[in-house]
């Protein structure tokens, strides 16, 4: 299906497996420089029991290409908005998980009041709030950052250069920049062809925004179950970025660093991210208002819920 953006933008959105009346839907977010087919292995995962909506970020995929004027936090927090409104128009609750640029569109998306009011759990991949082109690991020697690693790291991150096509060297290269040392030639294949397939100028706007980009505000305003994955062998988004969102989080269930994995945590350790996904869902069964509930009423039990909630979290 399609959603339409605030600025009219329309978004390629799939659905995959069936709805459960008790339990959450999960909506998945790719990164900058990736589409759906990068959530493949979790879908696979997922699909059997759980309802998924994954979508094409703009610029990205199947869905349309901005102007300039296109690119922002603020279209991200659009994008999410409107893809949750077009997939889940019975405002049913949800679990997100956000890899990457996701996780952005997440906390971009807190900072508005109410704009996630039904989202129960999320889980945050490979992501960070602010301070992501200064703290990218991807060019650096031995803990040191010279002058010419950070001017070549920032071309690296906000360049539209073309990628493909996909060689031995170019495959060779993206995997060291995103995957860990032991990924299997299989993930690094597809990371290529992922990232090969996507549009460089998309890329590169993107690249700009996440260079500058601050949503430690919308961290600090998400007050649902959260988690936090990171791999240990992330050059992106290293862990030192992982646990600075992890303190920020009101209601964060846990912080998990995954030995030798790098930034395509959904690539590498899809088995991982889906049992995280699922655990998130499932504490959300267990929360979940009578089915008879009208939407009016849906809403207040679930903030009543919440409330409960934060008080045994204060008393803990």
Not at 37 to 63: E, K, T
Request: proline content about 7%.
């Amino acid at each position: 299906m399609q959603a339409t953006s605030l600025d009219g933008t329309r978004l390629n959105v799939e659905i995959h497996g069936g709805l459960q009346a008790h339990l959450p839907s999960v909506v998945l977010i790719h990164g900058n420089g990736c589409s759906i087919p990068f959530w493949a292995p979790v879908i696979r995962a997922l699909r059997d029991d759980l309802h998924i909506v994954v979508y094409d970020q703009r610029g990205h995929g199947g869905s349309d290409t901005p102007g300039p004027a296109g690119y922002s936090t603020s279209a991200l927090a659009d994008d999410l908005a409107a893809v949750l409104a077009r997939a889940l128009p019975d405002g049913g609750p949800a679990v997100l998980a956000g890899h990457s640029m996701g996780g952005v569109a997440i906390m971009a998306a807190a900072l508005r009041d109410g704009a996630l009011s039904q989202v129960t759990g999320v889980l945050l991949a490979s992501t960070g709030c602010a301070d992501l082109m200064s703290e990218a690991l991807g060019v650096r020697f031995g803990g040191l950052v010279p002058p010419f690693a950070v001017a070549a790291q920032q071309w690296l991150l906000t360049s539209a250069v073309p990628i493909g096509p996909v060689t031995p060297i170019t495959r060779a290269a993206l995997s060291y920049l995103m995957l860990g040392p032991g990924a299997p030639a299989e993930v690094a294949a597809a990371n290529a062809a992922i990232i090969q397939a996507g549009d460089r100028h998309a890329r590169a706007a993107w690249g700009h925004v996440l260079a500058s980009v601050d949503v430690t505000e919308g961290a600090r305003r998400l007050d649902v179950p959260a988690h936090v994955l990171v791999g240990t062998s992330d050059l992106l988004t290293p862990p030192g970025l992982a646990r600075r969102l992890a303190e920020l989080l009101p209601s964060c269930e846990g912080l998990t660093q995954l030995p030798g994995v790098g930034h395509m945590t959904p690539l590498e350790a899809p088995g991982v991210v889906a049992e995280l996904i699922r655990k998130l869902a499932a504490e959300t069964e267990r929360a979940a208002p009578p089915a008879r509930l009208t939407r009016r009423s849906r809403d207040l039990w679930l903030a009543i819920t919440s409330i409960r909630e934060r008080g045994r979290r204060s008393t803990q």
